[in-house]
């Protein structure tokens, strides 16, 4: 099999309006999360979020064509810019759209137009709806709009499942280009969730906090929502060489499990299995791997699970592993976590520093390991795995290596 090279990176979150501006954020420790602003706050029991600030889709798109776009598709755009100009590559040139695929992930899909046209729909008894909302909606709306800007003809399509859609686009994009069923391809994640109904169902959930988000921390209170999008392209490893490209990293391997067994409480046993899996797919040991970016969302039950997992399987070894969750930075972007967080992974493998886990106080006993409380640290990094699970008991865990 073809090994893969990550060539181009994009991304917009609630930590900057780029990979580069996310990355110096992470590595800073700085947070996004903050207080509400961009939805009304008075029905929220929580009023805290991880909000994209100033962004003005006039300043990135023609006005003609943002009725076609929700702002899950108009993140999805601009952290594909961003990635497509960074890689160098024209998809309309030498037919290298019909040998691209486009793979991203959403958790929800388009739900500010899915909450604008129910409350026309229901609370303003208005029986006209915007005539372009199925479009906008859809969860494949941001790679079919992705697809349109840069003429990728080849396979196209949206993963949905919930917070590792990203891992799992991820994880697909890279088995097309291994095999060779492509030679490149466009993937990542986004997701724009911060809606009055969304933020009130994940607090009916009771898993969200209202100070901060304090992952494998005593004083944790839960999660906090976030939005954004990364995208990332990748192309077959020697070709990347041959044109003299920047390799990012190599995108090593993948794992995926399910639980099938609770649909809201994890396995420790079936997120092992994963990155194990991960770790057998890229051909690498657990010694070979100095961080891990946790799922990590400081949620009671997540936490704990997910590092009695990395005990059981790297041994020893975990003892000298850096673990950090950059959620305590970004908030929780459900279908985009996954790539908003390799981006902490790349940044990590490029300049050897690992991102902290912000907002930490006291370690929690049943949460052992190194989590890089606070401060960044200096560490060179080889090998890596991100982890991302979700509601349905759905893992996948990715595996990048330096070059």
């Given at each position: 099999?073809?090994?893969?090279?990550?060539?181009?990176?994009?991304?917009?979150?609630?930590?900057?309006?780029?990979?580069?501006?996310?990355?110096?954020?992470?590595?800073?420790?700085?947070?996004?999360?903050?207080?509400?602003?961009?939805?009304?706050?008075d029905l929220l029991?929580?009023?805290?979020?991880?909000?994209?600030?100033?962004?003005?889709?006039?300043?990135?798109?023609?006005?003609?064509?943002?009725?076609?776009?929700?702002?899950?598709?108009?993140?999805?755009?601009?952290?594909?810019?961003?990635?497509?100009?960074?890689?160098?590559?024209?998809?309309?040139?030498?037919?290298?759209?019909?040998?691209?695929?486009?793979?991203?992930?959403?958790?929800?899909?388009?739900?500010?137009?899915?909450?604008?046209?129910?409350?026309?729909?229901?609370?303003?008894?208005?029986?006209?709806?915007?005539?372009?909302?199925?479009?906008?909606?859809?969860?494949?709306?941001?790679?079919?709009?992705?697809?349109?800007?840069?003429?990728?003809?080849?396979?196209?399509?949206?993963?949905?499942?919930?917070?590792?859609?990203?891992?799992?686009?991820?994880?697909?994009?890279?088995?097309?280009?291994?095999?060779?069923?492509?030679?490149?391809?466009?993937?990542?994640?986004?997701?724009?969730?911060?809606?009055?109904?969304?933020?009130?169902?994940w607090e009916a959930?009771?898993?969200?906090?209202?100070?901060?988000?304090?992952?494998?921390?005593?004083?944790?209170?839960?999660?906090?929502?976030?939005?954004?999008?990364?995208?990332?392209?990748?192309?077959?490893?020697?070709?990347?060489?041959?044109?003299?490209?920047?390799?990012?990293?190599e995108f090593a391997?993948?794992?995926?499990?399910?639980?099938?067994?609770?649909?809201?409480?994890?396995?420790?046993?079936?997120?092992?299995?994963?990155?194990?899996?991960?770790?057998?797919?890229?051909?690498?040991?657990?010694?070979?791997?100095?961080?891990?970016?946790?799922?990590?969302?400081?949620?009671?039950?997540?936490?704990?699970?997910?590092?009695?997992?990395?005990?059981?399987?790297?041994?020893?070894?975990?003892?000298?592993?850096?673990?950090?969750?950059?959620?305590?930075?970004?908030?929780?972007?459900?279908?985009?976590?996954?790539?908003?967080?390799?981006?902490?992974?790349?940044?990590?493998?490029?300049?050897?520093?690992?991102?902290?886990?912000?907002?930490?106080?006291?370690?929690?006993?049943?949460?052992?390991?190194?989590?890089?409380?606070?401060?960044?640290?200096?560490?060179?990094?080889?090998?890596?795995?991100?982890?991302?699970?979700?509601?349905?008991?759905?893992?996948?865990?990715?595996?990048?290596?330096?070059?």
């Amino acid at each position: 099999m073809r090994r893969v090279a990550i060539t181009g990176m994009g991304a917009i979150c609630a930590l900057g309006p780029t990979a580069s501006t996310t990355w110096q954020a992470m590595r800073e420790g700085r947070s996004g999360i903050s207080p509400i602003a961009n939805i009304s706050s008075d029905l929220l029991n929580v009023k805290i979020a991880a909000e994209v600030h100033g962004f003005d889709p006039d300043a990135h798109f023609e006005h003609k064509r943002l009725p076609l776009l929700d702002r899950v598709s108009q993140f999805a755009l601009v952290a594909a810019r961003e990635a497509v100009a960074q890689s160098g590559l024209d998809f309309r040139s030498d037919n290298r759209g019909e040998r691209t695929a486009c793979i991203i992930g959403s958790g929800i899909g388009g739900e500010s137009t899915h909450n604008e046209q129910s409350r026309r729909f229901y609370g303003d008894k208005n029986p006209r709806v915007h005539p372009l909302s199925i479009v906008r909606v859809m969860a494949n709306a941001p790679a079919c709009h992705v697809g349109i800007e840069f003429g990728l003809t080849g396979p196209a399509f949206a993963v949905v499942s919930a917070c590792a859609s990203a891992n799992h686009a991820m994880a697909q994009a890279l088995d097309m280009v291994r095999s060779g069923k492509v030679d490149f391809a466009v993937t990542g994640g986004s997701e724009a969730c911060i809606t009055e109904p969304i933020m009130k169902a994940w607090e009916a959930m009771r898993v969200t906090a209202d100070d901060t988000c304090r992952p494998f921390c005593k004083q944790r209170r839960g999660m906090v929502l976030g939005e954004g999008a990364g995208i990332f392209v990748l192309e077959e490893y020697e070709h990347a060489r041959r044109r003299g490209a920047t390799i990012l990293a190599e995108f090593a391997g993948s794992g995926m499990t399910a639980d099938a067994g609770d649909m809201v409480f994890p396995s420790e046993v079936t997120i092992a299995r994963a990155m194990h899996n991960a770790l057998t797919d890229a051909g690498l040991t657990t010694g070979d791997i100095d961080y891990i970016n946790a799922h990590g969302t400081g949620t009671p039950a997540n936490d704990p699970t997910e590092s009695k997992a990395i005990r059981q399987v790297f041994g020893a070894h975990a003892d000298k592993l850096t673990v950090s969750s950059t959620k305590s930075m970004h908030g929780h972007a459900l279908g985009a976590a996954g790539a908003i967080e390799l981006i902490a992974v790349i940044g990590a493998l490029q300049n050897g520093v690992i991102p902290p886990t912000a907002n930490f106080i006291d370690a929690d006993p049943e949460c052992d390991l190194d989590y890089v409380p606070n401060v960044a640290r200096e560490k060179p990094v080889r090998a890596a795995l991100s982890n991302s699970f979700a509601f349905g008991g759905l893992n996948a865990v990715v595996a990048l290596k330096r070059v």
